[in-house]
């Protein structure tokens, strides 16, 4: 399986080398498209290999995978069809935000699957030093900027929901590896 992803990025990067202009756009979505697509069925034969109680964590990073594919479609057909990005917010978001909730809820379901009671406290509290951290750098710099915007309280949620989902992933990530 390692042969065919050095295969699929060998090939993205020679199209991309002999293609010039406009058409670098297409190679680049086909190739942004067909990786997702290819992500799609490895977490899918992973989900039915499984006979265990992964098999939910699997399921869930296979609906997330394709909550992105359907956010990228929607975005390339924008790109492709109207030669411009789509509107902000629109369906592309919705379907990117449900990517990264379904990313949460397989790494909930992992977290409460190796549960116990001392070590989920231990690394709890270590994971929650490291996130104090980046939560105050993020809220100053990212959060704060944004807020500010005079735009509809529509657009600013959906902006300020993607690095806070981001962080609620790294809290989770790191609370796992410790």
């Given at each position: 399986m390692q042969w065919v992803v050095f295969?699929?990025?060998?090939?993205?990067?020679?199209?991309?080398?002999?293609?010039?202009?406009?058409?670098?756009?297409?190679?680049g979505s086909f190739f942004s498209l067909g990786g997702i697509l290819f992500a799609i069925i490895l977490l899918w034969r992973a989900s039915i290999r499984m006979k265990?109680?992964?098999?939910?964590?699997?399921?869930?990073?296979?609906?997330?995978?394709?909550?992105?594919?359907?956010?990228?479609?929607?975005?390339?057909?924008?790109?492709?069809?109207?030669?411009?990005e789509p509107p902000f917010p629109s369906f592309a978001d919705v379907f990117y935000l449900l990517c990264s909730f379904a990313y949460i809820i397989a790494l909930l379901y992992v977290i409460m699957?190796?549960?116990?009671?001392?070590?989920?406290?231990?690394?709890l509290l270590d994971a929650m030093i490291v996130m104090c951290v980046v939560m105050a750098y993020s809220s100053i710099y990212i959060v704060e900027p944004m807020i500010r915007l005079e735009e509809s309280i529509l657009y600013i949620s959906v902006?300020?929901?993607?690095?806070?989902?981001?962080?609620?992933?790294?809290?989770?990530?790191?609370?796992?590896?410790?």
């Amino acid at each position: 399986m390692q042969w065919v992803v050095f295969v699929y990025v060998m090939m993205y990067y020679v199209a991309l080398f002999v293609m010039f202009g406009k058409i670098e756009v297409v190679v680049g979505s086909f190739f942004s498209l067909g990786g997702i697509l290819f992500a799609i069925i490895l977490l899918w034969r992973a989900s039915i290999r499984m006979k265990t109680n992964e098999r939910t964590f699997w399921k869930w990073m296979t609906i997330g995978s394709i909550c992105y594919f359907i956010a990228e479609m929607i975005y390339r057909i924008y790109e492709w069809m109207f030669q411009t990005e789509p509107p902000f917010p629109s369906f592309a978001d919705v379907f990117y935000l449900l990517c990264s909730f379904a990313y949460i809820i397989a790494l909930l379901y992992v977290i409460m699957q190796q549960r116990k009671l001392v070590v989920v406290w231990q690394s709890l509290l270590d994971a929650m030093i490291v996130m104090c951290v980046v939560m105050a750098y993020s809220s100053i710099y990212i959060v704060e900027p944004m807020i500010r915007l005079e735009e509809s309280i529509l657009y600013i949620s959906v902006l300020v929901a993607y690095p806070l989902l981001d962080l609620v992933m790294l809290f989770l990530l790191l609370h796992l590896f410790l």
